[in-house]
């Protein structure tokens, strides 16, 4: 099935729930796409630079607007229906909502800075799977913000949509991340890649060959059971190498700002663990700088230099591989076809990506296969991904 036929299948899919659910008149329907970071890990909750690329998956939203104050959510992939009075959506999430709190949150962001009423009814389903390391959350999010936006007539900048759903995710759902993902999808654009300095936050788009350059993810089939509670540990392990730093050093805002030179002049003073730490974000950095100069030289063999060299900083530094994501990633990159492959999300289980020369995806599912299966007697997953579109509404 072509990627054209699936989306406009499942486009019938979602309008079809909707009638069945709510009836009257066709709704409107919106896109929001996943991403993938090709450099940058675990450095947006640090201030710093992040190069997300929007694919071409993510989250698909029929929504209309009520004039009842009801709030109606349905899920293609989820069993779980939600519909509660819009007077009763409060500052934070309940249990109760599951998956419902991302739009939730993002309705009770607009009614607090824009005043929207009324109520909406929402069917969301997508092509990625949730919990995938394609930032499925932020993508449903985006959905939403850009689906109401339009219905209610709002005229939010695409900026003003992605802080909407960043604060629907930190705040509402109670998740702590950094910008990166809901800013990747909403300020998507064709052919582009984001680069992305989260102490500002600033950004600007940096072009990126989807002729010369495919990107396969690479499925461990291992849960990130530790993804949560490792994430926010190294969040907490960020900050105190970021106090230590100011007070022995000089003082920033942020620790992605501090330099190697700066971490060297600390290193008497920092655990090896928080030293570690400090060293992968300030590290990270300088390979984020070296990857967009090597998109703007067209040099896709030395990004994926930089993914590989992430990778092993995030295994050893920042300790938030596994042994399958790293038998994965030495499988992969043993292929002369590979540029370069790196753990993706929060690692600790879940995906890597691997960047390859164009058509090269069989013969490299075939050896990573084939190592993977010998070493854990289980088959990965595999997805060839391409650059994507920016979100907005869908014509059918």
């Known amino acids: 099935m072509t990627p054209e036929n699936s989306r406009k299948g ?4 979602l309008e079809g729930r909707f009638r069945a659910e709510f009836g009257g008149a066709a709704p409107r329907c919106f896109f929001a796409p996943g991403r993938i970071n090709l450099l940058g890990a675990h450095l947006d909750y640090s201030g710093g630079d992040v190069l997300p690329m929007a694919i071409d998956r993510g989250i698909y939203a029929a929504a209309r607007a009520r004039s009842d104050g009801r709030l109606r959510l349905v899920s293609l992939d989820q069993e779980l229906v939600v519909e509660v009075h819009e007077d009763d959506v409060g500052l934070h999430t309940r249990p ?10 993002v309705w009770q962001g607009l009614r607090h800075r824009y005043g929207i009423r009324g ?7 997508g092509d990625m799977a949730m919990a995938s390391g394609l930032s499925s959350s932020a993508a449903i999010e985006v959905a939403t913000a850009v689906a109401l936006d339009a219905v209610y007539g709002l005229g939010l900048s695409r900026q003003d949509i992605a802080v909407i759903s960043h604060a629907a995710e930190t705040g509402f759902v109670g998740v702590r991340c950094g910008i990166m993902d809901q800013f990747a999808s909403a300020l998507a654009q064709p052919g582009k890649v984001l680069l992305l300095h ?7 788009h940096v072009p990126f060959d989807g002729e010369a350059c495919d990107v396969l993810v690479l499925d461990t089939k291992k849960p990130r059971e530790l993804a949560k509670s490792g994430f926010n540990q190294r969040v907490a392990e960020c900050a105190s190498a970021r106090e ?3 007070t022995h050093v000089r003082d920033l805002p942020h620790l992605a700002l501090f330099t190697p030179e700066d971490l060297l002049r600390a290193e ?3 655990s090896d663990v928080l030293f570690r730490r400090a060293r992968h974000v300030v590290t990270e950095m300088v390979r984020v700088k070296t990857g967009v100069a090597a998109l703007r030289e067209h040099d896709y063999r030395k990004l994926g230099q930089q993914l590989t060299a992430s990778h092993l900083s995030g295994a050893t530094d920042y300790e938030v591989t596994c042994d399958e994501l790293d038998e994965i990633a030495e499988a992969a990159i043993s292929h002369e076809s590979v540029f370069g492959v790196r753990f993706t999300g929060a690692g600790f289980g879940g ?3 691997a960047l390859h020369r164009p058509g090269a995806a069989p013969e490299v599912e075939k050896v990573v296969t084939e190592r993977f299966e010998a070493r854990f007697g289980v088959t990965p997953g595999f997805d060839l991904l391409r650059i994507g579109m920016g ?6």
């Open 119 to 125: 109520g909406f009814e929402l069917v969301v389903g």
């Open 244 to 246: 230590i730093l100011c």
């Open 10 to 13: 499942l486009l019938e899919r």
């Open 391 to 396: 979100p907005g509404e869908v014509e059918r």
């Open 268 to 270: 008497a003073v920092l």
């Open 96 to 105: 109760e909502w599951g998956w419902a709190g991302y739009p939730l949150g």
């Open 351 to 353: 995906c890597a990506i």
């Open 198 to 204: 989260c102490a500002g936050p600033s950004y600007e």
